[in-house]
């Protein structure tokens, strides 16, 4: 596969190898995506036992002799107004998964978009000033709409305070990506320094290689 390199005016100065539109691991991809949206949790769901639920500290009536049932507070789970059993409780839904299977998910991810031809190159990407207008021009002359998702190799001050007050738009470093953003985007913007990165990151050399041996 090839997959063309674009300038900023939306022009085609070249054709790359694409490094993406293997094999797309659903396994994986669900495992990594399930994992990021847990940890997104905040987990302060909260109700209150009968020892924390207020009053209920005489007990209502007498024990026998009133023709009612034994009760010993008003705060008895039992009753209307008392505490809550088994309910939820602060809690984290944080876990992890190894470095192996996330960087399989993105690579997934990332094969995914190529096969349905929406990843794209980008050659540079240079702002002048922190202004929006000036990214919306570039998406413009891309002709690019809804979702899109920009990938660079490094932070730019200028671009990263032009993008965010842009809908739709979101900016990610190489080395940060994740399985989630490539999912959430229609379109995947690739600056050209972050294809090296993300090749570093995902070994995508070893694997190339190995292909080439096997033949």
């Given at each position: 596969m090839k997959l063309s390199v674009y300038d900023m005016q939306g022009k085609k100065v070249e054709e790359v190898d694409s490094l993406f539109g293997g094999r797309v691991n659903t396994a994986l991809v669900s495992q990594a995506v399930k994992m990021y949206l847990a940890n997104q949790r905040r987990g302060l769901a909260?109700?209150?036992?009968?020892?924390?639920?207020?009053?209920?500290?005489?007990?209502?009536?007498?024990?026998?002799?009133?023709?009612?049932?034994?009760?010993?507070?008003?705060?008895?789970?039992?009753?209307?107004?008392?505490?809550?059993?088994?309910?939820?409780?602060?809690?984290?839904?944080?876990?992890?998964?190894?470095?192996?299977?996330?960087?399989?998910?993105?690579?997934?991810?990332?094969?995914?978009?190529?096969?349905?031809?929406?990843?794209?190159?980008?050659?540079?990407?240079?702002?002048?000033?922190?202004?929006?207008?000036?990214?919306?021009?570039?998406?413009?002359?891309?002709?690019?709409?809804?979702?899109?998702?920009?990938?660079?190799?490094q932070y730019e001050k200028n671009v990263a305070l032009a993008c965010r007050n842009i809908q739709g738009l979101s900016l990610a470093l190489a080395k940060d990506l994740n399985a989630l953003d490539v999912l959430k985007a229609s379109k995947v913007v690739l600056l050209k320094n972050s294809l090296d990165g993300l090749k570093n990151r995902l070994s995508l050399d070893d694997k190339i290689n190995k292909k080439s041996d096997d033949k």
């Open positions: 909260q109700t209150k036992t009968r020892g924390e639920v207020s009053g209920g500290g005489k007990k209502p009536w007498k024990q026998k002799g009133t023709g009612r049932a034994r009760a010993g507070s008003i705060r008895s789970p039992l009753w209307r107004h008392g505490g809550v059993v088994f309910g939820p409780h602060p809690r984290s839904y944080r876990y992890g998964l190894s470095s192996k299977t996330l960087n399989g998910a993105l690579l997934s991810a990332l094969n995914d978009r190529a096969l349905k031809d929406s990843i794209l190159i980008l050659d540079k990407l240079e702002m002048s000033a922190p202004k929006a207008k000036e990214m919306r021009a570039v998406l413009d002359n891309l002709k690019l709409k809804g979702k899109v998702l920009l990938v660079s190799n």
